[in-house]
């Protein structure tokens, strides 16, 4: 059993698409996250949530817009998608937001912007 | 400077040695460190986290300096399957933001 999925594991898109990735966790976590990790291998924090609200936002451009429906899930869209967005986007959920606890990753989503 | 650094490596080390690595923080107040592992495109997992008497799990030992601001961590016998990414995670515990250094790559030769 899967704990964090996400879909689509690969997504090749072109500059200026509107793209969504989604992220399922059956952990019974309360934060879940999304992450960026550039060519360089630089795992840097998007966005986290804490039982369906907001807690982090990075300075992350407004055109990712990441949305909660629940506890078990968290999506991330990205609008006017630029050259610069291709990375590999994971995330990553929690048992609580305090620090301190394991995080569990999904498997990854690799974005390609042509 | 950087919140959290590492050496990016490669280390290349024979099997059987024994190999550590440091990382660095800059947040003093900074409660939480772990180290995870990293496959070639993989996702992070936890190897261990890092507790302030130090800790040790089969031949991974980690430990932590406050006064200095570093973590380690040691790998004794190293195994061919130890190749990987270590990354080093620091939780700034008034942001609840987990900062991940850039990892520090290591490869064990047969």
């Known amino acids: 059993d899967t704990a964090v999925s996400q879909t689509p594991k690969y997504l090749v898109t072109q500059m200026g698409n509107d793209k969504s990735i989604k992220c399922e966790q059956n952990?019974?976590?309360?934060?879940m996250y999304w992450y960026k990790q550039d060519s360089k291998k630089f795992l840097k924090i998007m966005f986290s949530?804490?039982?369906?609200?907001?807690?982090i936002n990075e300075t992350v451009p407004n055109r990712f817009s990441p949305k909660s429906p629940d506890k078990a899930h968290l999506n991330l869209h990205i609008n006017s998608l630029e050259l610069g967005d291709s990375a590999v986007y994971f995330c990553?959920?929690?048992?609580?937001?305090?620090?301190?606890?394991?995080?569990?990753f999904g498997p990854g989503t690799r974005l390609t912007v042509l | 400077r950087k919140e959290v650094e590492q050496d990016p490596g490669p280390f290349n080390v024979p099997e059987g040695a024994t190999v550590a690595f440091n990382c660095t923080y800059s947040?003093?107040?900074?409660?939480?460190f772990f180290w995870y592992r990293q496959d070639c495109r993989k996702e992070p997992k936890l190897l261990m986290s890092?507790?302030?008497s130090g800790n040790e799990d089969g031949r991974f030992t980690a430990q932590l300096n406050r006064a200095s601001q570093y973590i380690s961590l040691l790998i004794r016998d190293s195994k061919l399957s130890d190749s990987a990414t270590y990354l080093c995670?620091?939780?700034?515990?008034?942001?609840?933001?987990?900062?991940f250094g850039t990892g520090t790559r290591l490869k064990v030769l047969a």
């Open positions: 890092v507790y302030s």
């Open positions: 949530y804490n039982n369906k609200e907001l807690i």
């Open positions: 995670v620091v939780n700034d515990s008034g942001t609840y933001k987990y900062i």
């Open positions: 990553a959920s929690s048992q609580e937001l305090a620090g301190g606890f394991e995080q569990f």
């Open positions: 947040n003093s107040a900074s409660q939480s």
């Open positions: 952990l019974g976590h309360d934060t």
